[in-house]
C-alpha cells in the first residue's frame, strides 16, 4: 500500500486527492509522474519522521526524475534527513549536490551555513579557536549568498552577520 493510502487527517488526505488528481491529468511522461509519487510519499514519510521510508522514497524518486529542478529538492529533502539524524558531513554533500543541479536554492545555502555554524561553535567550545574562526567564515560566506537570493529570509543570520562584522 503506498504511503498515500495510509494517511488518516484530514490536511493530508486533501493534499493527496489533490496531487492524485494534479498526476492524473498532469501532461507528463508516466516515468516523472512515478518520480513525483515517490517524491510526495518521501515527504509524507519524513514529516512523520519515518526517515529511512522517507530516503527509500527520495532515491526512488532521484533515480527515475530527470528534472534537473525537482531532482534538487529531492537532493535537499535526503540532506534534511541526514541532518535531522546528526549526519552533518552527508547532510553537506547533498545540499551541495542539491546547488550543483539548482544553485537558486537559499535553503540549502541557509542549512549549510547553520551547520558550519554550529561546527564552529563546537570548535570554540574546545578552544580549537582557529578551526571555529575559519568555519564561522564559511557559515557567514553561505549566509550572505542565501540572503542574497532572499533578501527577506535568514533575519536571525543578518543579525548575525551585523553583530559580528561579517555583512
Known amino acids: 500500500m503506498s504511503r498515500s493510502q495510509k494517511n488518516d487527517n484530514f490536511i493530508d ?3 493527496t486527492i ?3 488528481l494534479i498526476l492524473k491529468f498532469l501532461p507528463t511522461n508516466i516515468k516523472a509522474k512515478k518520480a513525483f509519487s515517490y517524491y510526495r510519499d518521501g515527504m509524507s514519510a519524513q514529516s512523520e519522521g519515518e526517515y529511512a521510508e ?3 522514497n527520495y532515491y526512488e524518486a532521484l533515480n527515475l526524475e530527470d528534472d534537473l529542478y525537482d531532482k534538487s529538492f529531492i537532493l535537499y529533502n535526503i540532506g534534511l534527513i541526514h541532518a535531522s539524524n546528526g549526519e552533518y558531513v552527508k547532510a553537506l554533500e547533498y545540499y551541495h549536490k542539491a546547488l550543483e543541479v ?3 536554492l537559499p535553503q540549502a545555502l541557509n542549512n549549510i551555513a547553520v551547520i558550519y555554524h554550529y561546527q564552529a561553535v563546537k570548535a570554540s567550545e574546545i578552544n580549537d579557536l582557529e ?3 575559519a568555519l564561522f567564515h564559511e557559515a557567514a560566506q553561505y549566509w550572505k549568498q542565501a540572503i542574497k537570493l532572499a533578501p527577506s529570509n535568514y533575519i536571525e ?3 548575525w552577520l551585523l553583530s559580528t562584522g561579517r555583512l
Open 131 to 133: 578551526t571555529a574562526q
Open 157 to 159: 543570520a543578518q543579525n
Open 102 to 104: 539548482n544553485n537558486k
Open 18 to 20: 489533490l496531487a492524485d
Open 54 to 56: 522517507a530516503l527509500a
Open 13 to 15: 488526505k486533501t493534499f
